[in-house]
């Protein structure tokens, strides 16, 4: 009675052998670059918040950092990869990690423009989805008051929440993908005269001033004091205007027109903040003086208005505004021109 018992026990275990061993080697044929049946863990970075709608993360991201936390909100580990490597085709940072649930949070950098954000120094165990954040470095001028006038290097951040990274029975890849969201916009105002006389850039200071330079581990702001921008770069500029002739079957003439261009640089806008922008004459009087938020939605268009007012502001990240002085070097406050779009003004008090 026992011998038949010995022999079904032996079979059972032939069988099992035989299944694993057949399952070792087909997952070694499928892997058999790696040898095993490991899970390898990857993560691919897109950047396509933009208005193109396309991937642009390969053009425009030079260094990618990545903070990992646990399912209790514990800082598991700290990632970063920088350079050329960011650009290859497919590529994807390697996470070194154990299966379980895990928050990634990522910051990333574009071309450096010099020392513009600090980052806590986060210790694995020991910091949390609270501690990290990312904050705007600034001056103080004589008065106190905080201010920034140099090109910010683009900021870009992206956060996937409650991720889970199982163990695949058969080894393999388990990507997951984090798009990008950048922060840092670029404001270009350009002063011109309606009689087309020149206007010298000397003659005016430009700012924007928000609290929008602390920004939080969801990319929510933190408080902050009131920031002010400077432009960082002030210069003069003509353009070529084709006027009609007023002979009949002569070319049209062509006039130049001389404008002042300043080029500032802000973090990320938000509609639930008042950012204005502000432009002075040599004597302090104010020129013009402008919610930009509320101006740039302006022009946010037909074809966008099913999208919300935020992601636009996400999306489009270079504002160009065209202000036109009188005689006084007063801003005309009845028109302005914003990403090629004149916008004729009816309630001055927007």
Known sequence: MKVPTYIGLLKTRLLFLLMAGMMLTSCEAIYEDQGDCTTYYRVKFTYDMNMDFADAFAHNVRLVTLYIFDSEGRL????????????QDGYMMNLEIMPGTYTLVAWAEGWETGSTF????????????????????REYDTENAAYVDH?????????????????????????????????????????????????????????????????????????????T?????????????????????TRDAQTQVSVAVAELTTGRLMTDQEP?????????????????????????????????DQEYLDRQDEYNMTFFLDENDRWVNTSIIINSWHVVLQDVDI
Not at 118 to 137: E, F, I, K, W
Not at 235 to 242: C, K
Not at 283 to 303: C, H, N, R
């Open 276 to 308: 204005v922008l502000t432009v002075r004459n040599r004597e302090g009087e104010t020129v013009l003086s402008i919610p930009l938020v509320d101006y740039a939605l302006l022009v946010k268009g037909y074809y966008n208005r099913d999208m919300d």
């Open 76 to 87: 598991a580990a700290t990632q970063s990869e920088s350079g050329s490597v960011l650009a």
């Open 118 to 137: 600090t980052y806590p120094d986060m210790q694995p165990n020991v910091h949390s989805l609270d501690d990290l954040s990312c904050r705007m470095n």
């Open 151 to 227: 090109d910010l290097t683009p900021l870009f951040h992206s956060i996937l929440r409650d991720q889970k990274f199982e163990e695949l029975l058969d080894g393999g890849e388990r990507i997951v993908s984090m798009n990008l969201t950048k922060n840092t916009r670029n404001v270009r105002v350009i002063l011109q005269h309606l009689s087309g006389e020149e206007v010298n850039a000397d003659d005016f200071t430009f700012s924007i001033t928000d609290s929008n330079g602390h920004m939080n581990y969801d990319n929510s702001l933190r408080d902050d004091e009131t920031l």
């Open 229 to 249: 921008y400077r432009a960082w770069a002030t210069y003069q500029g003509t353009a070529s205007l084709n006027t009609p002739d007023t002979e009949a079957g």
